[in-house]
């Protein structure tokens, strides 16, 4: 059984950091493409960042280009998001997301509080 599980949410000024995590278990972690979203309160669930398999790339929305960084251990089956100089709009449930296209999978964790007061 899949599991991702996210960690590292919670209450941060405008201005400052959180790193999240995503710890995953039940899938072989180096095959897959992992990904964070992000959903606020009445807005649909938005892509934040994704990193591949060997962690060679990245690729980030651009509201959150060079303040968001995605990064992963696969050794240690997590992916991680540094956010620096964070802004009351970044505020939202931020998801973890693993995703293997050639076998048409993808798996959610259950999602992590960011609340960003101004």
């Known amino acids: 059984q899949v599991q991702l599980v996210e960690s590292g949410g919670g209450l941060v000024q405008a201005g400052g950091s959180l790193r999240l995590s995503c710890a995953a278990s039940g899938l072989t972690f180096s095959n897959y493409v992992m990904g964070w979203f992000r959903q606020a309160p009445g807005k649909e669930r938005e892509f934040v960042a994704t990193i591949s398999w060997s962690g060679d790339s990245t690729l980030y929305t651009d509201s959150v280009k060079g303040r968001f960084t995605i990064s992963r251990d696969n050794a240690k089956n997590t992916v991680y998001l540094q956010m620096n100089s964070l802004k009351p709009e970044d505020a939202a449930v931020y998801y973890c997301?693993?995703?293997?296209?050639?076998?048409?999978?993808?798996?959610w964790g259950q999602g992590t509080q960011v609340t960003v007061s101004s």
């Open positions: 997301n693993a995703e293997r296209t050639m076998t048409a999978e993808s798996y």
